[in-house]
């Protein structure tokens, strides 16, 4: 059984184009990270969400904790190919141990010029 | 600068045989993790050493063996390799922040391990 749910695994859309991946789980976690792996290279933390409801910006992209801390999206505005890459969600449980991160499986990105 | 840096970025092996890789960090930290990222890219945790100190050890198979022997270094040794190890291999490190539940982990460019 998967603990983070991420969704969809495939995404392929077009330059201005509008996204949302979403990372969605039956646990509560203490954090939440989301972290971009482009080919050949390891994952680049973008953002920690640590409080239920909270919501962080990074230019285009934006970032939602879900108020029971069991879930988090990412929606990107005017998508551009520089966005193209693996999108990966990490929590950390409630009551376990903040070193110990869980990964989903990842949302696939791709922007076509 | 490179921050966390991993030897070597391919290693292609026979099965049967012993296998290492390193890792090292320059930025500091005092915790170090060993992932593995299979063919569908996903990301496992197997080992995490604070202050050269084991604090996280997965369901990982005794032929895997960390070893640290200083903050800055983490190395995986990798006894009687089998078909199934081929993997992506990633070093990763972080500060631990006490009270705090920020993890910040910076990973290495990994080791790509092909078994034949």
């Known amino acids: 059984t998967q603990l983070l749910e991420q969704s969809p695994q495939f995404l392929s859309i077009q330059e201005g184009e509008n996204l949302t991946v979403y990372c969605n789980s039956s646990s509560v976690f203490s954090s939440l990270q989301w972290y971009r792996q482009e080919p050949g290279e390891g994952p680049v933390l973008l953002v920690t969400?640590?409080?239920?409801?909270e919501v962080k910006k990074l230019k285009r992209l934006t970032f939602q904790f879900g108020d029971a801390r069991k879930d988090s999206s990412l929606h990107i505005t005017a998508a551009q190919p520089g966005d193209t890459g693996l999108y990966l969600c990490?929590?950390?449980?409630?009551?376990?141990?903040?070193?110990?991160?869980?990964f989903g499986k990842g949302t696939l990105l791709t922007v076509n010029p | 600068d490179t921050a966390v840096s991993q030897t070597p970025k391919y290693l292609v092996t026979q099965m049967g045989n012993d296998k290492s890789i390193k890792c090292e960090q320059n930025?500091?930290?005092?915790?170090m993790y060993w992932y593995k990222q299979d063919s569908k890219k996903f990301l496992k945790i197997m080992f995490s050493y604070n202050n050269k100190e084991l604090i996280i050890n997965e369901t990982v198979p005794n032929r895997f063996s960390p070893k640290s022997p200083d903050k800055a270094h983490l190395n995986l040794h990798i006894n009687s390799l089998e078909l199934g190890d081929s993997a992506v291999y990633f070093c990763a490190s972080s500060q631990r922040r006490q009270g705090s539940v920020y993890n910040e982990q910076f990973f290495g460019p990994g080791t790509r391990l092909t078994v034949l």
């Open positions: 930025l500091g930290h005092d915790t």
């Open positions: 990490a929590g950390a449980l409630r009551g376990g141990s903040n070193y110990k991160l869980t």
């Open positions: 969400v640590v409080t239920g409801g």
